[in-house]
């Protein structure tokens, strides 16, 4: 079963970072990619980032290119996003997602996280 908890979020100023965390078992991490994606009160959900199963070769939404990085932390099995240069408009709750393979598109994702919540202050 796979099961994938984010942590890490919370309030901002504007400009700010935050590190948000992905947790998951070591099958899921050795054996998935994973992706983040957000949303915003109103709106779709949305990609944001996502690395494959090796680690090495990650990929951005255009809107958080140069801001966000995403990363494998095999120590502890957690994919990780780092958050800087936060705006306002970053605002939403944030889902990890886990799949064989990478996508952009949230519904090539077969296992999500319950979401956390990032609110960016103007």
């Known amino acids: 079963q796979v099961q994938l908890v984010e942590s890490g979020g919370g309030l901002v100023q504007a400009g700010g970072s935050l590190r948000l965390s992905c947790a998951t078992s070591?099958?899921?991490?050795?054996?998935?990619?994973i992706g983040w994606f957000r949303q915003a009160p109103g709106k779709e959900r949305e990609f944001v980032a996502a690395i494959d199963v090796s680690g090495v070769n990650t990929y951005y939404a255009d809107s958080v290119k140069d801001r966000f990085t995403i990363s494998k932390n095999s120590a502890r099995n957690m994919v990780d996003l780092q958050m800087n240069s936060l705006k306002p408009e970053d605002t939403a709750v944030y889902y990890c997602?886990?799949?064989?393979?990478?996508?952009?598109?949230?519904?090539?994702?077969?296992?999500w996280g319950q979401g956390t919540q990032v609110t960016v202050s103007s």
């Open positions: 070591g099958r899921t991490f050795n054996n998935y990619a």
């Open positions: 997602a886990a799949n064989e393979g990478w996508y952009r598109n949230l519904r090539r994702y077969a296992y």
